[in-house]
């Protein structure tokens, strides 16, 4: 009976975009035995948005009570996937804020002094009198996160189309029935969106406006000849991390395109103040400044669900991707299958706006 019910439930499901947010998606679909096909429009080798990601999973943001159980689950859902996924790496060194907006209070919350963010860590020049540490908060590689649950996708029989563009959603009546692509015609039950800030340009023929605008995003990559920051430390001054030993990256908002306010200018900006804020910051060698697009909807918060008067579409657009993208994507997927709403993601519906 098992069998006969897995196959009733198989469905053809076309997912547009292998970021972080696809990749999630592909993986708990094809995880459940799903006939899963991935469309990228980008080379295998470069991932638009999430390889420009800070990448911190942090829960801690400032949000509306109504999401707060989604940034609560997402750390107990990275460990769950470490525990089905060992090669995950998660850098699980905690978060230091000082001198930024506040953060939402948790029960995690330690507030050091002086003498504890030295011992902390020992390589910043100035300390603050205190900060906030969580310790919980992690963060990871996005680009190795994001391969790793492609690949085990495929392991579970997904099909993942790099190099390939998207021209048009073919409908018939109001329903979805395939994905016209450079490379043929693709048959669907289910397609899910997860194509960020392309979202809008993907529905907006079909009459399903989705309120989604690129809010860019400047990340800084350094070479370090060792390791300078040991947790994650966001501060008015600078937002850093220790990618690996020898990588560190840094985040800073875009401010626009002038000469002075540039992304190369915010860039170099960036990595003089980590020059001036670390013992032997001297010796960091300036290896990349790019701008990352993020989709962010027009709350601020994730759209997630199928759409009423067009089926067989499934919407999957959020900010800070990277600490939601797992839990939210296992969630969608018992949708998917299951057909039954998750009350979880009640609040993330497009039907809101």
Known sequence: ??????????????????????????????KRNQDVTVIERHPA???????????????THRVAPDYWHLYD?????????????????????????????????????????????????????????EAMYVS?????DP??????????????????????????????????????????????????LAAGAGVPELCNPLGCPVPVTSSPSILI???????????????????????TEYTLLAAEDYIDES?????????????????????DGNQLELESIKVGLRPMPEDGYPIVGFQDHVKGLYLTVMHSAITLAPLIARLAASEIIDRESRSELDPCRLSRF
């Open 1 to 30: 009976m098992k069998k006969e019910e897995s196959l009733l439930n198989k469905q053809k499901i076309v997912i547009i975009g292998a970021g972080i947010v696809g990749a999630s998606m592909a993986y708990h679909l094809a």
């Open 45 to 59: 080798a470069a991932r638009e948005v999430t390889e420009k990601s800070f990448a911190w999973i942090h829960t």
């Open 73 to 129: 689950a997402s750390l107990e859902e990275y460990h769950t996937l470490q525990q089905e996924l060992p090669e995950l790496k998660i850098h699980w060194h905690g978060a230091l804020t000082w001198d930024t907006p506040p953060l939402r209070e948790q029960p995690h919350f330690q507030k050091l002094n002086r003498e504890q963010l030295e011992a902390l860590e020992p390589n910043l020049l100035d300390y603050p009198d």
């Open 136 to 140: 919980e908060e992690g963060a990871v």
């Open 143 to 192: 680009i190795g996160v994001t391969e790793l649950l492609l690949n085990k996708a495929r392991e579970y029989g997904a099909k993942v189309q790099f190099d390939t563009n998207v021209t048009q959603l073919q409908q018939e009546g109001s329903r979805l029935v395939g994905v016209h692509t450079s490379n043929g015609f693709l048959e669907s039950d289910v397609v899910v």
């Open 221 to 243: 990559r350094m070479k370090s000849t060792n390791k300078l920051i040991h947790t994650l430390i966001s501060n008015a001054q600078f937002e850093a991390r220790q990618l």
């Open 259 to 279: 000469e002075e306010n540039g992304p190369e200018a915010v860039g170099k900006r960036a990595f003089d103040t980590l020059r001036r804020s670390l013992k």
